[in-house]
C-alpha cells in the first residue's frame, strides 16, 4: 500500500519515531525510505555567523549517514537520505512531490525546537501542503511496530471522511485490522445558540444513524464488518477519549473539518487530534 515513504528527520525523539514506525512498515511489505533533513538559516543568521551553515550541513549529513547505516543493520531497509537548505515544511513537501512519495511521516516538532502543532508549525504546513498522506507519530520509538490492529476512523459523512474510511479499509486489509467508525453529533446548539429540544435530539440521532449507515456500506464494499459508536460532544475530544477508550494503535482521519465547520486552511478537529492523541495520525489527502 505505502511503498514509497519519506520520512521528515531531525534527530529528535519523534521524528526518530516515525522513522521506526516506517522502517518496521516497509520491513514488513517492502518499499523505501527516503530521509529527508532540511537545513533552515535564514539570511540574519547567514549575516551574523556564516561558518554556521556549513556546520550544519556537516552534521545532518554525519546524521543521516549514521542513521542510515542503523535502518539497514536493523531492519534491513534500504534508505535514500537527502540533506536540502530550506524551511523544512517546504523541503519536505517538495522532495515528496518530486520522489513521488505515498506517505509522508513526521513527528510534530515545529521550527527551532516547537514541540507542540500549532498552525504554522512544521507539522501543520505540511499536511495543508503536502500531495500525498501524512502519518504523524508522537510514541516512543520502542512502541514503533508499523502494524496497525484496532484502527479508529471519526467519520462526518463528508467526502474526506468517505476517503479516509477507504484508507482505513485498504489498511485493514493488510494487517486484519479491526476498524471502529466514530460519528459525534456536532453540538449545534452552541453554534447558533438554541437549545436541544426532544424533536431536534430525535432529528439528530436518526442523522446519526444515516451517516453511520453510509459508513457501514463502505466498510462492506470491502468486505469489512465495521464496529460503530456515536458521540454526543465536541468533534476532538471525543476523538481522543475513544482513541484512549478502545485502545487504537491509529487514527485515520481527512486533513479537512468536520461537517464543515473548520478552519480554513486545515480542519481545527483534525488539528485538534493531533495535538492530543497518543497514538499515530493517518491523515488522508
Not at 89 to 109: F, N, Q, S, Y
Not at 150 to 161: A, K, T, Y
Not at 177 to 202: C, D, G, N, W
Amino acid at each position: 500500500m505505502y511503498k514509497n515513504i519519506l520520512v521528515a528527520f531531525d534527530s529528535s525523539e519523534f521524528s526518530r519515531a516515525a522513522l521506526m514506525e516506517s522502517s518496521n512498515w516497509i520491513k514488513r511489505h517492502s518499499g523505501k525510505i527516503i530521509l529527508v533533513h532540511a537545513v533552515y538559516f535564514d539570511e540574519e543568521e547567514f549575516t551574523l555567523a556564516p561558518e554556521q551553515r556549513e556546520r550544519r550541513f556537516k552534521l545532518g549529513k554525519e546524521v543521516c549517514y549514521q542513521t542510515k547505516d542503523m535502518v539497514l543493520s536493523e531492519f534491513g531497509v534500504q534508505v535514500e537520505s537527502l540533506v536540502c537548505e530550506g524551511e523544512p515544511p517546504d523541503v519536505i513537501v517538495d522532495i515528496a512531490r518530486e520522489k513521488k512519495a505515498d506517505l509522508i511521516a513526521m513527528g510534530t516538532h515545529g521550527r527551532r525546537g516547537i514541540k507542540r502543532l500549532i498552525m504554522g508549525s512544521v507539522t501543520s504546513k505540511v499536511i495543508v501542503n503536502a500531495t500525498c498522506d501524512v502519518m504523524v507519530v508522537k510514541k516512543p520509538c520502542a512502541e514503533c511496530t508499523g502494524e496497525y490492529k484496532s484502527i479508529l476512523v471519526p467519520f462526518d459523512g463528508s467526502e474526506f471522511s468517505k476517503k479516509a474510511l477507504g484508507r482505513a479499509c485498504k489498511l485493514s486489509k493488510v494487517d486484519n485490522a479491526e476498524i471502529t467508525v466514530l460519528y459525534v453529533i456536532p453540538h449545534y446548539e452552541e453554534m447558533i445558540e438554541f437549545l436541544k429540544t426532544e424533536s431536534i435530539k430525535k432529528g439528530l440521532l436518526e442523522e446519526a444513524q444515516k451517516i453511520i449507515d453510509v459508513a457501514r456500506e463502505i466498510g462492506s464494499g470491502y468486505g469489512i464488518a465495521i464496529k460503530t459508536d456515536v458521540r454526543d460532544g465536541h468533534a476532538g475530544e471525543k476523538i481522543i477519549e475513544s482513541a484512549k477508550m478502545l485502545k487504537n494503535d491509529l487514527i485515520v482521519m481527512g486533513a479537512h473539518g468536520w461537517r464543515g465547520v473548520s478552519k480554513a486552511i486545515m480542519g481545527s478537529t483534525t488539528e485538534r487530534v493531533i495535538m492530543n492523541a497518543s497514538c499515530p495520525v493517518l491523515v488522508v489527502k
